[in-house]
């Protein structure tokens, strides 16, 4: 009997949006998710195979992301998509984000990255706030602009080291799938390399995203720690009720 991925992927991310919810317990949420999206991807998977069904469809999602500070979200946001096993193009003049996948894990991206970018920013001005009034008391000579400025920069490597802090968490949830069957893994390499192959070929002639320059090493460290979080464990989460077309690495 197929379990209900949808109504535990659901409860998930709203307890990981929940304001009650703290920054650390809404991250192990939110790769909890993540897990459970993949593993909703295997049974589907599995139960195709069976009816002798063609495997799922490969299509395009859009997403349109913030542009107000350059690159910033979609270095935050595409370390997830590929720990996810999706592919994707960014358009850096208008933001749209174009991820490839098969319909049931894109359906659960877009999902999480909604979340996702709920709980970034605001774990991104929290941490902004602490290092505005560090800034204030080491530098009360400092103009207002001048502290402006530098927390903008710092808050935006806080966010690029959020992203990959998260994505990480999320790579090893879904490597414990992998690890819990070797069906499992062999469903995980077969999609991941449909999905790369189906997206070498629609899009053959994408780059590299160039991001902007980090400033901030300690701000990246920041980030990733908070995106990274301290796990909760399983048992307690589930107890719980012209743009040149660039492909990201």
Not at 100 to 123: C, D, P
Request: glycine share 10%; with cysteine.
């Amino acid at each position: 009997m197929a379990q209900d991925f949808v109504g535990k992927i659901k409860a998930l991310l709203a307890k990981a949006e929940h304001p009650n919810t703290s920054p650390a317990e809404a991250e192990a949420y939110m790769a909890l998710a993540a897990k459970l999206m993949k593993a909703k991807g295997i049974e589907e998977a599995h139960i195709r195979e069976t009816r002798g069904d063609d495997p799922e469809e490969i299509t395009l999602l859009v997403v349109e992301l913030s542009i107000d500070h350059g690159t910033v979200m979609c270095e935050a946001v595409s370390p997830m998509i590929k720990a996810m096993g999706a592919e994707a193009l960014y358009n850096s003049y208008t933001g749209e984000l174009t991820v490839v996948g098969t319909r049931s894990l894109l359906g659960g991206i877009e999902i999480l990255i909604a979340s996702v970018q709920i709980q970034m920013i605001g774990s991104a001005n929290k941490a902004g706030d602490e290092y505005e009034a560090k800034l204030r008391r080491q530098n009360p000579h400092w103009s207002y602009g001048q502290v402006g400025d530098a927390v903008d920069q710092w808050v935006w490597d806080y966010i690029r080291g959020y992203g990959g802090g998260l994505a990480a968490k999320i790579r090893e949830r879904v490597g414990e799938l992998a690890d819990e069957a070797p069906g499992n893994a062999l469903v995980l390499q077969t999609e991941a390399d449909r999905i790369r192959n189906w997206f070498r070929q629609q899009f053959p002639n994408t780059v590299p995203l160039k991001g902007q320059r980090i400033q901030n090493a300690d701000a990246i460290r920041r980030g990733a720690r908070d995106g990274r979080n301290t796990d909760i464990g399983d048992t307690r989460v589930n107890g719980g009720a012209s743009g040149t077309r660039r492909a990201l690495d």
